[in-house]
T-cell receptor, first 120, second 112 residues
Framework: GAVVSQHPSRVICKSGTSVKIECRSL??????MFWYRQFPKKSLMLMAT?????????EQGVEKDKFLINHASLTLSTLTVTSAHPEDSSFYIC????????????????FGPGTRLTVT | GESVGLHLPTLSVQEGDNSIINCAYS??????FIWYKQESGKGPQFIID?????DKRQGQRVTVLLNKTVKHLSLQIAATQPGDSAVYFC???????????FGTGTRLTVIP
């Protein structure tokens, strides 16, 4: 269990257009979903935290008008990169969390496979 | 061999050797740590975790060591196999928190 999917896995778009990336928890309801960005040979950087039905919380330096997050249900969050530019090209990864069933943590996070965005 | 650094370091080991991957964390309040494995073009996969009241935890072929005094943890992989080739990240959080912060990562290459 605890599978997270992302769609699309790869997308190429032209500069100035907007791109939507979906993150779905397939077999559980996610309390919270997270969006990360990863540049080549770099670590994952948390962009924003989103809870179903409320506004996302963005990390410092992340433009909320540029990266629109909608968390419509407990199994779906979307990230829209608006007016994309080549510098937005990156690997975007989402994760979904749910209350832990045991062990150390209160919540457990499960990661999606990522979406490779290339802006030309 | 072992690897330390703030940039994405690389570590090459011979198949069958043991690997040691290091991570320095920054938040003194962090009390829970996870090691993830990320293969090319994929999301991170959970490997092993440890809580701050422990110094060591063992899994199958993997061991995590935690030194809270110097805010350092390491991942040891025994009898490294070609399938272990990937980038390894440590992540930290606080109990009750819902977010993770990732370390720099280390690229492990296993030479057959």
């Amino acid at each position: 269990g605890a599978v997270v999917s992302q769609h699309p896995s790869r997308v190429i778009c032209k500069s100035g257009t907007s791109v939507k990336i979906e993150c779905r928890s397939l077999d559980f309801q996610a309390t919270t979903m997270f969006w990360y960005r990863q540049f080549p040979k770099k670590s994952l950087m948390l962009m924003a935290t989103s809870n179903e039905g409320s506004k996302a919380t963005y990390e410092q330096g992340v433009e909320k008008d540029k990266f629109l997050i909608n968390h419509a249900s407990l199994t779906l969050s979307t990230l829209t990169v608006t007016s994309a530019h080549p510098e937005d090209s990156s690997f975007y990864i989402c994760s979904a969390s749910r209350p832990a069933s045991g062990g150390f943590l209160t919540y457990e996070q499960y990661f999606g496979p990522g979406t490779r965005l290339t802006v030309t | 061999g072992e690897s330390v650094g703030l940039h994405l370091p690389t570590l090459s080991v011979q198949e069958g050797d043991n690997s040691i991957i290091n991570c320095a964390y920054s938040n003194s309040a962090s009390d829970y740590f996870i090691w993830y494995k990320q293969e090319s073009g994929k999301g991170p996969q959970f490997i092993i975790d440890i809580r701050s009241n422990m110094d060591k935890r063992q899994g199958q072929r993997v061991t995590v060591l935690l030194n809270k005094t110097v805010k350092h943890l390491s991942l040891q992989i025994a009898a490294t196999q070609p399938g272990d080739s990937a980038v390894y990240f440590c992540a930290e959080t606080e109990t009750g928190a819902n977010n993770l912060f990732f370390g720099t990562g280390t690229r492990l290459t296993v030479i057959p």
